[in-house]
């Protein structure tokens, strides 16, 4: 059925939109190039990271933002937006991802489709598919599913960094280089036990500590207010790279009794689930990847890795089987928080260790 939809739907917008550009080339454009919904279901998948019947729910969602001018009006809108799920899903050069089933998109065509279709994503769909919970239902849910699957009480997220590759800025490139010597982005994720994103900051560059991105971050913010608003059941855990705050828990560093071991223990399996929900982002959009490389200016690449988290949230969503993750190294090593950071926040510090010593006495 979604084969059938998805060619009426090509061949319905051809029909449109060559009435209303006065064009006759879309036919022999579909002749000379293999539907992408005529593929199997299986092809279709590895090729756009989606099912066909959810890749028609998400070309419904961006066509109707999208605009038709002379570089693009020769292009149906649906093959403009495939063009880009696939450079998102294989990470592969633009000429590449522009030959075979998409072979009537060039090069630079690719290139302006995957800008068109990641502005889009962000500017419309960002806040319907990737939200931190607002109200004490959804707190509340979010606890409970913690609390079946890892038996860790009042946790509403867990946090990660992961750096996105991106080619060298023409400005201030140094403060783009990390740790491993290369240029990225450095990406705050916050993710629920069913691997859906929260929350997702990606305009920091690779030379920023995790920390300061927390700090910096709305829902670090967030945190602390709604703490200092009364909210003391609420918690995001997060690595050693983070500070201990009485909203953020973080592994005791040396267990001194059992009751610390079982917490750490659970700590970490429960924390495994942010370095899962990386790998499979990374796995499902490969352009993410450390050895794909963005190559483009640091505001388009956060455009485009913002785009991805939300199709993650979708592929979640629709069902979509996970990939095998996919993890690059620097994404497994925790630093510890820089002094200038800690010393930000010294009481509530305090504060926080010792309210994490009640949570594992009271819990574990």
Same mark, same amino acid.
């Given at each position: 059925?979604?084969?059938?939809?998805?060619?009426?739907?090509?061949?319905?917008?051809?029909?449109?939109?060559?009435?209303?550009?006065? =064009? $006759?080339?879309?036919?022999?454009?579909?002749?000379?190039?293999?539907?992408? !919904?005529?593929?199997?279901?299986?092809?279709?998948?590895?090729?756009? +990271? !989606?099912?066909?019947?959810?890749? @028609?729910?998400?070309?419904?969602?961006?066509?109707?933002?999208?605009?038709? %001018?002379?570089?693009?009006?020769?292009?149906?809108?649906?093959?403009?937006?495939?063009?880009?799920?696939?450079?998102?899903?294989?990470?592969?050069?633009? +000429?590449?991802?522009?030959? %075979?089933? @998409?072979?009537?998109?060039?090069?630079?065509?690719?290139?302006?489709?995957?800008?068109?279709?990641?502005?889009?994503?962000?500017?419309?769909? @960002?806040?319907?598919?990737?939200?931190?919970?607002?109200?004490?239902?959804?707190?509340?849910?979010?606890?409970?599913? !913690?609390?079946? $699957?890892?038996?860790?009480?009042?946790?509403?997220?867990?946090?990660?960094?992961?750096?996105?590759?991106?080619?060298?800025?023409?400005?201030?490139?140094?403060?783009?280089?990390?740790?491993?010597?290369?240029?990225?982005?450095?990406?705050? =994720?916050?993710?629920?036990?069913?691997?859906?994103?929260?929350?997702?900051?990606?305009?920091?560059?690779?030379?920023?500590?995790?920390?300061?991105?927390?700090?910096?971050?709305?829902?670090?913010?967030?945190?602390?207010?709604?703490?200092?608003?009364?909210?003391?059941?609420?918690?995001?855990?997060?690595?050693?790279?983070?500070?201990?705050?009485?909203?953020?828990?973080?592994?005791?560093?040396?267990?001194?009794?059992?009751?610390?071991? +079982?917490? %750490?223990?659970?700590?970490?399996?429960? $924390?495994?689930?942010?370095?899962?929900?990386?790998?499979?982002?990374?796995?499902?959009?490969?352009?993410? @990847?450390?050895?794909?490389?963005?190559?483009?200016?640091?505001?388009?690449?956060?455009?485009?890795?913002?785009?991805?988290?939300?199709?993650?949230?979708?592929?979640?969503?629709?069902?979509?089987?996970?990939?095998?993750?996919?993890?690059?190294? =620097?994404? $497994?090593?925790?630093?510890?928080?820089?002094?200038?950071?800690?010393?930000?926040?010294?009481?509530?510090?305090?504060?926080?260790?010792?309210?994490?010593?009640?949570?594992?006495?009271?819990? !574990?």
């Amino acid at each position: 059925m979604a084969h059938l939809w998805g060619q009426l739907l090509v061949l319905e917008q051809m029909e449109r939109e060559e009435q209303e550009n006065g =064009i $006759r080339v879309f036919r022999r454009m579909v002749r000379d190039t293999q539907n992408p !919904f005529a593929i199997s279901d299986a092809e279709f998948t590895r090729h756009f +990271r !989606f099912h066909k019947n959810a890749a @028609l729910e998400i070309i419904r969602d961006i066509e109707p933002h999208m605009v038709n %001018n002379s570089y693009v009006s020769k292009i149906p809108k649906v093959l403009r937006i495939l063009s880009a799920l696939n450079f998102f899903a294989t990470g592969s050069y633009q +000429r590449s991802v522009g030959a %075979n089933l @998409l072979s009537c998109c060039s090069q630079p065509v690719v290139s302006r489709n995957i800008q068109e279709v990641s502005t889009i994503i962000v500017r419309y769909l @960002l806040k319907d598919w990737v939200h931190f919970p607002r109200n004490d239902r959804e707190r509340n849910e979010l606890k409970h599913r !913690f609390m079946q $699957r890892h038996r860790m009480p009042n946790i509403i997220g867990i946090v990660d960094g992961t750096h996105i590759a991106i080619k060298k800025p023409n400005e201030n490139e140094h403060i783009y280089v990390n740790r491993k010597n290369y240029h990225s982005l450095n990406c705050q =994720i916050i993710c629920d036990s069913e691997l859906r994103i929260l929350s997702i900051v990606a305009r920091w560059p690779g030379s920023t500590h995790d920390a300061f991105i927390w700090r910096s971050s709305r829902v670090g913010q967030a945190m602390r207010a709604n703490y200092e608003n009364g909210d003391t059941e609420s918690r995001i855990m997060g690595d050693s790279g983070y500070p201990c705050l009485p909203w953020l828990l973080i592994p005791v560093p040396h267990p001194a009794t059992p009751q610390e071991e +079982r917490y %750490n223990n659970r700590f970490k399996s429960c $924390r495994s689930t942010v370095e899962r929900c990386i790998g499979v982002l990374k796995g499902r959009f490969r352009c993410l @990847l450390k050895d794909r490389v963005l190559h483009y200016t640091p505001q388009k690449a956060a455009k485009i890795i913002m785009a991805c988290t939300i199709l993650h949230n979708m592929a979640v969503f629709y069902r979509v089987d996970d990939p095998a993750p996919m993890w690059d190294d =620097i994404d $497994r090593e925790d630093l510890p928080v820089p002094r200038y950071i800690a010393d930000l926040d010294i009481p509530y510090r305090r504060l926080g260790q010792q309210q994490r010593r009640e949570y594992i006495v009271t819990n !574990f």
